[in-house]
């Protein structure tokens, strides 16, 4: 099948109301798409079964699946194209930033008072669209940010979601795995490099030590690389990558799953109580931004989940694009709002033609 009939074949499935998901790799010219045959609601507990998983942020013993069993696969190749793109002007909003801003400070309180060493706050934004074109937003996402982890998914029970995420969560073969600490964002600047601010450091470390604690539960052999800089679309973060091997009988996908998600990187450190802060205090359900996703083989305990960042829904003529950033004891209100406002620039820039 060629990627035209594929994409006629999507265009079909979203008029007729079914699932879909199609999705590509990092760094990969394969798409792969699942077509489920019926409108059910799938659900997994053991991740024991082939699927792609869709879990929301505040995941707790199952997510949404689409499983291969009942679904049409098909896998393509597609040739890359350069897709004209540039920073989008947003408008000066003061309440939405007033609002951000004290949000920031009621997070940075709670660090003050010992409660959390780091709490990551979130918003949504929305923008009208203009002609929405399912065509023109799949090669957008596929093309813009190729080394991301891109997908677009689509339940009459969730809306229709896409992304181009940084942000691995858990790469398993067997018993091996590999995962990464992401935290403190820049814009991307050619030929410069990026200077860290102590505060853009301490997150970093916060979010590495948190991770390597909560993996020598479940390891038997752990390997904490060096923090270096990794680009993403138009950001630049610091990233810590860990690999190693879990403990032989004792570790499944979805107990290392529950005890990685959501990590210090979306939600805060100590985890349960920084995510009890962002349900107590953002105002808004983040529903699957700061989930994850991605492609599991439950019987030889394979996957490639993401978690998932630089998101958004697309609801009729309306997109929701969901944004957010680490707080800790020495945020600035402002860098903080700042932060966001770049981080939208990775999804607007794949609406730019519908907006």
């Known amino acids: 099948m ?25 760094d990969s010219d394969t798409i792969t798409a699942l077509f489920q045959e019926n409108t059910m609601l799938c659900k997994t507990d053991d991740f024991s ?63 003050h008072s010992g409660l959390n060493s780091k709490i990551v706050i979130s918003r949504g934004e929305s923008f009208p669209l203009k002609n929405f074109d399912l065509s023109i937003l799949i090669s957008r996402v596929l093309n813009l940010h190729k080394p991301a982890f891109r997908y677009v998914w689509f339940h009459p029970e969730t809306g229709l979601w896409c992304g181009a995420t940084p942000e691995l969560l858990l790469k398993t073969d067997g018993t091996a795995f590999q995962t990464m600490a992401l935290a403190g964002t820049q814009k991307y600047h050619e030929k410069i490099q990026p200077r860290w601010s102590e505060k853009e450091k301490q997150e970093q470390r916060i979010v590495t030590d948190s991770i390597t604690t909560s993996l020598e539960r479940v390891t038997s052999i752990l390997k904490v690389s060096k923090t270096y800089n990794y680009k993403a679309a138009s950001l630049v973060h610091l990233r810590t990558d860990f690999t190693g091997i879990f403990n032989k009988g004792k570790t499944t996908l979805s107990n290392i799953t529950s005890v990685l998600h959501p990590t210090p990187a979306v939600s805060g450190s100590p985890k349960e109580r920084a995510k009890q802060f962002i349900l107590n205090n953002e105002n808004y359900n983040r529903e699957f931004y700061t989930g994850f996703l991605g492609p599991i083989c439950g019987k030889e305990n394979c996957s490639k989940l993401y978690v998932n960042l630089r998101c958004m829904k697309i609801e009729k003529e309306n997109a929701r694009l969901y944004v957010g950033g680490g707080i800790t004891k020495d945020s600035i209100n402002v860098e903080e709002w700042n932060e966001t406002q770049n981080k939208l620039q990775t999804m607007l820039q794949v609406l730019q033609p519908m907006l």
């Open 2 to 26: 060629s990627y035209y009939s594929l994409i006629e074949k999507v265009k079909a499935h979203f008029v007729e109301n079914l699932p879909f998901v199609l999705y590509s790799l990092p």
């Open 49 to 111: 079964s082939d699927s792609f998983v869709f879990a929301p942020f505040d995941y707790e013993e199952e997510a949404i699946c689409i499983p291969k069993e009942s679904s049409e696969v098909i896998e393509v190749n597609y040739i890359s194209t350069s897709i004209d793109s540039h920073e989008i002007v947003l408008k000066k909003n003061k309440k939405k930033k007033d609002k951000y801003c004290q949000l920031v400070e009621k997070a940075k309180e709670a660090i």
